[in-house]
Every structure is written in structure tokens, then in C-alpha cells.
């Protein structure tokens, strides 16, 4: 069998989820050059000569924590505020080409990173900011993708696949970037995850389709499996219930459980580095390796909570599952990060394993929180993306600014330990809030009753695999049943 053979006969959803998980792998390998570059930039190296003299080299920048912290929260600024408007430019423009567009943008903007560099802090500042906002429509765009490409029973898996790339690119950066930085120079940093962006852009744009209808290649009955099992029916015919959005508590569950779990990550994403290499004492390159080996893990339990949730979700309610999962991840932050609290800098070996426990602990929680927006909102996962996302994306710049104000003498570990307090403190309140009002089920403002039973009743079967057939069969029966009860109870006036 020829390698184009094996292609055509692997599920397109699949190579879509593949070609997904690559692209967050170079979003993300965009979005954290900077975290463990920076400490090359600002850290003097020493060279010691044959005759056993020790010669500093003065660093390249001499900014003050303040400003680094300016510097490493400038992408999130304007991450954060477009996410809303992403969210409703997919639905418009669709998720194909932001997401594309999205990276491609970003990986040219980053090989610009050294120029603007030399220049001085505000033009790299202003750099970062443009990054930002071409990265704000990854997320919201593909989650419409997924209200398309997704079938029920493999939701979970798909978006948790694509999730992990983004850690497995922070790994990938994180722990050869001391050494790039080391051995070559940091500019190599991003001149080398430019490179990989704008190749991926077009390996997207080329392999990729909006949706299974305008594929080239799928097969009739991939096709007719994923229309007839979408949790919800693709439509533009609806408007964006805004309010009722607005003021529903599962939605403000998601965006407390994604504000939360953010806040732990860029702890570790934009400050692990630094405590590393400044308040344990490790070198630029061994503080790269250390501060990557935590993505690692985390990487592979976001996918593995994926897979495990889809299980899980076959015998018990999508709710439970989800707080399920949720409540474990959350519980070993806490206990990982008071672990970190509590020990001394001379314990440096029992600190990466707090910090390792605490950081890949946030990946059962995005495969929770991250997919829940297709649970509830279906066709408006998007929107919902968009404002979780803006909301929850708020610790990207606030976490690096706090740490700059806090941590004046970034050698001291008791002033990183205020940090881990202040995040011990988030992830117990927002695992109260998801756990009490978090929801797994299609939520009554995002049903469309003009067509909501059209997937289930007027898809014509002559174009459909008759094992795929979407004529009454027991699945469709079930679902339409479920969905008329939840209606019919809607709809009852108060007695």
C-alpha cells in the first residue's frame, strides 16, 4: 500500500485533528519564545579562560523586572480583547481561513522579534502586541470548526488532540531554547519557530477543508457519520443570543475554570524560566531544559483525559464527567503548588517535582473547561470560545506585571512564594464555582427551532451509507427524544 493509499483511507476528521494539533504546536511555540529567550537577553554569561580567569560578559538588555514584565504580558493585551470579535468573525468568515491566517500572521510578525529588539523595549513591546492579536482567532476559530467536523462520540478526542499541540510546542521551546540560546544565539529562537509557522500555513491551507461538504477527497460515508452525528445542525439562518449567553451561569463556569487554569499556566510559562535560573540558581541552558520537561506530561494528559472523558461519558452524564475531571486536576495544582510554597530553594529537586505535579496537572482541566463549550453552546462554541478566551486569557498580562511589582529581587524565593499563594487561592475558588454551576448539556438558548430536528428527520438517505443512514434509527430516535423533553420542560409555564 502507497503512502497516498493510507492517506486516502485515513478519516479526513482525523487528518484535520492532525494538521489542528500541529498548528497549536507552532502557535505556541510563537507564543513562548519569548518566556525563556528573554532570559539570555537580560543575564550576563561567564567565559572562563585557560589560565582559569573569569571573564563576564555584560548582557545584551538591561531591563528592569517591571519592564520584562511589561514585555512578556504585551502579547496578551490584545489576545485577550480580540477573542470576542473572533469568536463572531468565524461564524462569519469561517474557521478554515482565520485559523490559518491566524499562525501564518503571527509567524511572520515573529522573525521581526530581534530587529525590534535592538530597537528598543517599547518597539518590541508593540511587536508582541501585533502577535497577539493575529493569535487571538486560534482558538474561537477552530472551535467552529469542530461544531462542523466533530461527530458526538469523538468531540473530546478531536479538540484535546489539537489542545495538546500547544503544550507540546511549549515543551519543544522551552527546552531547547537554553540551548539554542546557549550553543547558537537567541535570536535563533525565533527565527527558527517563524520558519516552522509559515511552513505549516501552508501545509494547512493546502490539506484542509471548512467542512466536510466542501472536501475534495472525503468519502460518502465520513460525510454522511459526521452530518448525521453533530450534536446540532449547521446553520447561519440564527442570530448570536447575546444576552442569554451573557448571564448564564455554566458559561461563567467555563470562563472561571479557563480563567483559572490560564493562571497557572502562565505562571509557569512566562516566570518558571526566571525562578529557575534566578532563584534556584540554575544556568540559562539547564533552567531551558527544566522549565520544558513540564509540558511534556501535560501534553499527553490533555489528550489522555480527552480520550478517557469520551469513555467516561458513555456510562455517566457529561456534567459529571466533566467536574469529575475538573475537581482532580484543580486538586493537584493546589497541592503541587503548597508543596512548591512551602520548601526552601536548597530543596531544588522536590521544587521540580512541585512545579512538574502542578503544570501538567492544568491538562486534564482543558480537556474539562475546553471542550464544555461544545456541550452547551453546539453551534455557538465559537462565541463561546471567544469570550471564555478573552476573559480567561486576562492572567496572560496580569500574571507578568503582578510578578514584576511582587518580585522586585527575583533571587529571594520568598517573594515568588506570594505568587503560588495567589494561585493556590484562584484554583480553590474557581473549582467551587465550576463544580457548582458547570453543565454538560446543550443549554435551551443554543437550539435553533427552525431546523433542530433537521439532521435527525429530512437528511436524505439515498446519500448515506445505510449502516450511517440518518433515518430513525435507535441513536437518532434517542437524541430527538431527549430533545423534545428538554423542549416540552422549557416551555411549560409556571404553575
Same mark, same amino acid.
Given at each position: 500500500?502507497?503512502?497516498?493509499?493510507?492517506?486516502?483511507?485515513?478519516?479526513?476528521?482525523?487528518?484535520?485533528?492532525?494538521?489542528?494539533?500541529?498548528?497549536?504546536?507552532?502557535?505556541?511555540?510563537?507564543?513562548?519564545?519569548? =518566556?525563556?529567550?528573554?532570559? +539570555?537577553?537580560?543575564?550576563?554569561?561567564?567565559?572562563?579562560?585557560?589560565?582559569?580567569?573569569?571573564?563576564?560578559?555584560?548582557?545584551?538588555?538591561?531591563?528592569?523586572?517591571?519592564?520584562?514584565?511589561?514585555?512578556?504580558? =504585551?502579547?496578551?493585551?490584545?489576545?485577550?480583547?480580540?477573542?470576542?470579535?473572533?469568536?463572531?468573525? #468565524?461564524? @462569519?468568515?469561517?474557521?478554515?481561513?482565520?485559523?490559518?491566517?491566524?499562525?501564518?500572521?503571527?509567524?511572520?510578525?515573529?522573525?521581526?522579534?530581534?530587529?525590534?529588539?535592538?530597537?528598543?523595549?517599547?518597539?518590541?513591546?508593540?511587536?508582541?502586541?501585533?502577535?497577539?492579536?493575529?493569535?487571538?482567532?486560534?482558538?474561537? +476559530?477552530? *472551535?467552529?470548526?469542530? =461544531?462542523?467536523?466533530?461527530?458526538?462520540?469523538?468531540?473530546?478526542?478531536? #479538540?484535546?488532540?489539537?489542545?495538546?499541540?500547544?503544550?507540546?510546542?511549549?515543551?519543544?521551546?522551552?527546552?531547547?531554547?537554553?540551548?539554542?540560546?546557549? *550553543? %547558537?544565539?537567541?535570536?535563533?529562537?525565533?527565527?527558527?519557530?517563524?520558519?516552522?509557522?509559515?511552513?505549516?500555513?501552508?501545509? %494547512?491551507?493546502?490539506?484542509?477543508?471548512?467542512?466536510?461538504?466542501?472536501?475534495?477527497?472525503?468519502?460518502?460515508?465520513?460525510?454522511?457519520?459526521?452530518?448525521?452525528?453533530?450534536?446540532?445542525?449547521? =446553520?447561519?439562518?440564527?442570530?448570536?443570543?447575546?444576552?442569554?449567553?451573557?448571564?448564564?451561569?455554566?458559561?461563567?463556569?467555563?470562563?472561571?475554570?479557563?480563567?483559572?487554569?490560564?493562571?497557572?499556566?502562565?505562571?509557569?510559562?512566562?516566570?518558571?524560566?526566571?525562578?529557575?535560573?534566578? #532563584?534556584?540558581?540554575?544556568?540559562?541552558?539547564?533552567?531551558?531544559?527544566?522549565?520544558?520537561?513540564?509540558?511534556?506530561?501535560?501534553?499527553?494528559?490533555?489528550?489522555?483525559?480527552?480520550?478517557?472523558?469520551?469513555?467516561?461519558?458513555?456510562?455517566?452524564?457529561?456534567?459529571?464527567?466533566?467536574?469529575?475531571?475538573?475537581?482532580?486536576?484543580?486538586?493537584?495544582?493546589?497541592?503541587?503548588?503548597?508543596?512548591?510554597?512551602?520548601?526552601?530553594?536548597?530543596?531544588? #529537586?522536590?521544587?521540580?517535582?512541585?512545579?512538574?505535579?502542578?503544570?501538567? +496537572?492544568?491538562?486534564?482541566?482543558?480537556?474539562?473547561?475546553?471542550?464544555?463549550?461544545?456541550?452547551?453552546?453546539?453551534?455557538?462554541?465559537?462565541?463561546?470560545?471567544?469570550?471564555?478566551?478573552?476573559?480567561?486569557?486576562?492572567?496572560?498580562?496580569?500574571?507578568?506585571?503582578?510578578?514584576?511589582?511582587?518580585?522586585?529581587?527575583? *533571587?529571594?524565593?520568598?517573594?515568588?512564594?506570594?505568587?503560588?499563594?495567589?494561585?493556590?487561592?484562584?484554583?480553590?475558588? @474557581?473549582?467551587?464555582?465550576?463544580?457548582?454551576?458547570?453543565?454538560?448539556?446543550?443549554?435551551?438558548?443554543?437550539?435553533? *427551532?427552525?431546523?433542530?430536528?433537521?439532521? @435527525?428527520?429530512?437528511?436524505?438517505?439515498?446519500?448515506?451509507?445505510?449502516?450511517?443512514?440518518?433515518?430513525?434509527?435507535?441513536?437518532?430516535?434517542?437524541?430527538?427524544?431527549?430533545?423534545?423533553?428538554?423542549?416540552?420542560?422549557?416551555?411549560?409555564?409556571?404553575?
Amino acid at each position: 500500500m502507497t503512502t497516498w493509499d493510507m492517506h486516502k483511507n485515513i478519516p479526513k476528521r482525523y487528518i484535520l485533528g492532525f494538521l489542528a494539533f500541529l498548528g497549536f504546536f507552532n502557535a505556541f511555540m510563537l507564543r513562548s519564545n519569548l =518566556s525563556i529567550a528573554i532570559v +539570555s537577553m537580560v543575564t550576563p554569561t561567564f567565559h572562563i579562560t585557560p589560565s582559569n580567569i573569569t571573564i563576564i560578559q555584560p548582557t545584551g538588555y538591561s531591563w528592569s523586572t517591571k519592564t520584562q514584565g511589561y514585555i512578556l504580558s =504585551s502579547f496578551f493585551y490584545s489576545y485577550a480583547a480580540i477573542q470576542i470579535p473572533a469568536g463572531f468573525l #468565524a461564524t @462569519v468568515l469561517g474557521g478554515r481561513l482565520l485559523f490559518g491566517t491566524s499562525i501564518g500572521l503571527c509567524a511572520l510578525l515573529t522573525l521581526l522579534t530581534p530587529l525590534c529588539a535592538h530597537i528598543g523595549p517599547t518597539a518590541l513591546i508593540i511587536l508582541r502586541i501585533l502577535e497577539g492579536f493575529a493569535s487571538g482567532f486560534i482558538y474561537p +476559530s477552530l *472551535h467552529f470548526i469542530w =461544531s462542523k467536523w466533530a461527530p458526538k462520540d469523538d468531540k473530546s478526542k478531536l #479538540a484535546t488532540i489539537a489542545f495538546s499541540g500547544s503544550y507540546f510546542g511549549t515543551f519543544v521551546t522551552i527546552f531547547l531554547g537554553g540551548f539554542i540560546a546557549v *550553543h %547558537w544565539s537567541w535570536q535563533w529562537i525565533f527565527y527558527l519557530s517563524g520558519l516552522s509557522g509559515l511552513l505549516w500555513t501552508l501545509c %494547512w491551507f493546502y490539506f484542509s477543508a471548512e467542512s466536510p461538504s466542501t472536501h475534495l477527497t472525503i468519502s460518502e460515508e465520513e460525510a454522511a457519520y459526521i452530518e448525521a452525528n453533530l450534536v446540532h445542525p449547521v =446553520s447561519r439562518n440564527y442570530s448570536i443570543p447575546w444576552k442569554d449567553i451573557l448571564t448564564s451561569l455554566p458559561v461563567w463556569a467555563i470562563i472561571a475554570a479557563n480563567f483559572g487554569t490560564n493562571w497557572c499556566i502562565y505562571v509557569m510559562l512566562t516566570e518558571l524560566p526566571i525562578f529557575l535560573s534566578r #532563584a534556584l540558581g540554575y544556568q540559562v541552558d539547564q533552567a531551558g531544559v527544566l522549565a520544558g520537561i513540564p509540558w511534556l506530561p501535560l501534553a499527553v494528559l490533555v489528550s489522555a483525559a480527552g480520550i478517557i472523558s469520551d469513555r467516561l461519558t458513555q456510562q455517566h452524564s457529561t456534567g459529571y464527567v466533566r467536574k469529575l475531571i475538573m475537581s482532580i486536576s484543580f486538586i493537584f495544582i493546589s497541592l503541587a503548588l503548597l508543596m512548591v510554597t512551602l520548601l526552601d530553594a536548597h530543596h531544588r #529537586a522536590l521544587i521540580i517535582i512541585g512545579v512538574i505535579i502542578a503544570t501538567s +496537572s492544568c491538562g486534564p482541566a482543558w480537556a474539562s473547561f475546553g471542550v464544555n463549550h461544545l456541550d452547551i453552546g453546539a453551534y455557538y462554541a465559537g462565541i463561546l470560545m471567544g469570550v471564555s478566551n478573552c476573559l480567561g486569557s486576562i492572567p496572560g498580562f496580569l500574571v507578568p506585571i503582578l510578578t514584576g511589582y511582587i518580585v522586585e529581587n527575583t *533571587h529571594i524565593k520568598r517573594e515568588w512564594n506570594i505568587i503560588f499563594i495567589i494561585s493556590i487561592v484562584i484554583c480553590v475558588f @474557581v473549582l467551587m464555582f465550576y463544580t457548582s454551576f458547570a453543565s454538560g448539556e446543550l443549554q435551551p438558548w443554543a437550539r435553533v *427551532h427552525s431546523d433542530e430536528y433537521q439532521h @435527525v428527520l429530512s437528511t436524505p438517505i439515498a446519500s448515506r451509507d445505510p449502516s450511517q443512514a440518518a433515518g430513525l434509527n435507535d441513536n437518532n430516535i434517542d437524541d430527538l427524544t431527549d430533545r423534545l423533553k428538554a423542549e416540552i420542560q422549557t416551555e411549560q409555564p409556571a404553575e
